[in-house]
Structure formats: structure tokens, C-alpha cells
């Protein structure tokens, strides 16, 4: 597990903060914080699969069907009932965390593959329902007319007010998740991706703690789908497809999947990569996705994050004399 040490904690803070106001004072790259938005969204779901997948060693291909339980239950509550906001954003991680429970008890009793496939079957009926229950979805044609967040007559209306909510929400989800990884629970989550006959020998309850993290990252998942339906004011269930789960799976793995530092580094890099960058690509990205996760996994299997490390074990092994013994 990578970690970062407390200087690079403040850069980070202060990068987060002063990003905006360069950004926008260069005209070629002020759009750039419409993606950071994006891609603080997508960080709150990363950071979740970093715990599920990279500590916890359990595979998901539906997280997409919870970002737009999230999505959809904030715009069906408010545009069809006016529910406020903030509200529908606290029942979408209700209901998500139910469904997630719902689906999580049987479905981590498989391993490998098998897991793979559950949660990918049920992220495959999630999408079909968004598409098909036109009375209440929208359905193919989609959502309108979701309205913004607003808390005490303070409107989030622009980018920049929105960038600092996501990134607060951000900054504090991942607070909670590093203790969360230097606690009981996360010594625990190791213990089960390292061996969960050894874990469960040792009193560990895997059962329960693999559900727990499973969960908590499903919760993860709503908030950001609701904050998606609120920023674009529509949503339609092609955002919410198997494409979706499977560019959140690459964003990890790129970042680097056993560190939530490196969940941060790879949602961010994947929305620049998709919004941006790769847009000459167009049918072909998914191609270039591929040729960038080949390229990681075979040279930086632990993700990007790991680079620093491995730049410089290779100039300490340069700078020793040509008779020692190399490691």
C-alpha cells in the first residue's frame, strides 16, 4: 500500500484549491474545470472500488447500476414529486445501500470470475429497467428538468461553486476512507485479499466485513450519481451501461488499485483521457483504453501511483559501484 507523505497531503489541498483560478484565467483550458468536476465525481466512486477491489481482493462489474440508482432516484424525486434535493440524495443512498445488501449477501459468496459475472448480471437488469420503464426512467429518451443544489438560498449554479462542493464531499470521503484503512476494519479487508481461510482462521468474520465494504462503496456510488443528475440536470441510461463499470475498473487499475491515492490519480487521468484528449480517437478509444491498460499492467502492475517508487529503486541501483552485488 502506497502512501503519501504530509507535504504532498498539503500540495494536494493547495492544488485542489488554486486549480480553479488558474484555469480559469487561461482561455485555452477553461473548460478544463467542467471535466475536474466530472472527475470528482467519478473519484468518490473510485475511492469505494479502491477499498472493495484493491483492499478487500473482491471484483465488481455493477458499480455503474448503483451510480444510477443514485442518479435516478434524485431525479425522479424531484422532478416528478419536488422533493428537495438534499433529501433525495439521502433516500438514493438508502435505497442503494438496501439493494446493495439485497445483492451482496449471496452474490460474495462466489470468487473470482464467478463475482465478476454476478455483478455484471445485475449491473445488465439495472440498465435494462432504466431503459424500459419508460413511465418512470424516461427511458431511452431520458430525464429533464433535474434541478440544481442549493443549500440555505446559496446556489451551486456555476463550475466553480460546484467543483468546491464535489471536492469538499471528496476531501471528506477520503479522510473517512484512509482511517477507514488504518483501522480494525481495514487491517481486516487485507487480511481477507491476502487469504480468506487465513482470515476467517483468525477470527475474522469475512462474511460480514466483505458485505460492510461492498456497501459502504455502493453508498459511495449513489452520492456520486446524485451529484451527476444535479450538475448536468438530465441523465439517460446509457451513462449508467456496462461501459461505464468497465472505464471505472480501468481507472483503478491505472491509478492503482491498492491505494486511494491512486483511485484519485486514475479518475482523474480517465476523465481528462475521455473528455479531452482522446476525442480524436472517437469510435476508437476504447482501443487506446485498452493499449494504455496493457501498457500499465505489464510495466506498472501496482498502477501509476507506484511509479515515484520504482524511478527511484532504479536510480539507487544505477548510483551503486559496478563491483557490488546488485539486489
Known amino acids: 500500500m502506497f502512501r503519501i507523505g504530509r507535504r504532498s497531503r498539503i500540495f494536494f489541498v493547495c492544488a485542489l484549491l488554486i486549480a480553479p483560478w488558474i484555469i480559469q484565467v487561461i482561455p485555452t483550458i477553461s473548460h478544463y474545470l467542467d471535466v475536474l468536476v466530472f472527475a ?28 444510477g440508482i443514485g442518479a435516478y432516484i434524485s431525479g425522479i424525486l424531484t422532478v416528478q414529486y419536488e422533493w428537495n434535493p438534499w433529501f433525495c440524495m439521502l433516500v438514493g443512498v438508502v435505497v442503494t445501500v438496501l439493494v446493495a445488501f439485497l445483492i451482496g449477501t449471496p452474490a460474495l459468496k462466489l470468487k473470482g470470475h464467478y ?4 455483478t455484471l448480471a445485475f449491473g445488465i437488469v439495472v440498465f435494462i429497467f432504466f431503459n424500459e420503464e419508460v413511465a418512470v426512467t424516461g427511458g ?34 477520503f479522510l473517512f476512507s484512509v482511517n477507514l484503512v488504518h483501522s480494525r476494519l481495514g487491517r481486516a479487508l487485507r487480511a481477507i485479499h491476502t487469504s480468506e481461510i487465513g482470515a476467517n482462521a483468525m477470527g475474522v468474520n469475512v462474511s460480514v466485513y466483505k458485505i460492510q465494504i461492498f456497501v459502504y462503496s455502493a453508498a459511495l456510488a449513489s452520492i456520486a450519481g446524485s451529484l451527476y443528475a444535479h450538475y448536468i440536470n438530465f441523465i439517460s441510461p446509457g451513462t449508467f451501461d456496462l461501459s461505464f463499470s ?51 499492467t505489464i510495466f506498472l502492475p501496482d498502477g501509476i501511483i507506484s511509479l515515484p517508487k520504482k524511478l527511484r529503486g532504479i536510480m539507487g541501483k544505477s548510483k551503486k559501484p559496478s563491483g557490488q552485488k546488485r539486489d
Open 246 to 296: 468497465v472505464k471505472l475498473l480501468i481507472m483503478i487499475v491505472i491509478g492503482g488499485m491498492y491505494s486511494i491515492w491512486g483511485a484519485i490519480l486514475g479518475a482523474v487521468l480517465i476523465s481528462f483521457l475521455s473528455f479531452e484528449w482522446l476525442e480524436m480517437f472517437k469510435e476508437y478509444e476504447i482501443l487506446v483504453f485498452g493499449l494504455i491498460l496493457l501498457f500499465v
Open 40 to 67: 470528482g465525481i467519478y473519484t468518490l466512486i473510485t475511492i469505494g472500488l479502491s477499498l472493495l477491489m484493491g483492499y478487500a481482493g473482491q471484483i465488481s462489474l455493477g458499480h455503474a447500476a448503483f451510480f
Open 140 to 173: 431511452p429518451d431520458g430525464m429533464g428538468g433535474i434541478p440544481g443544489l442549493s443549500i440555505w438560498g446559496y446556489s451551486f449554479d456555476t463550475e466553480l461553486k460546484y467543483y468546491y462542493l464535489v471536492w469538499g464531499i471528496v476531501a471528506a470521503v
Open 115 to 118: 463475482l465478476a459475472m454476478a
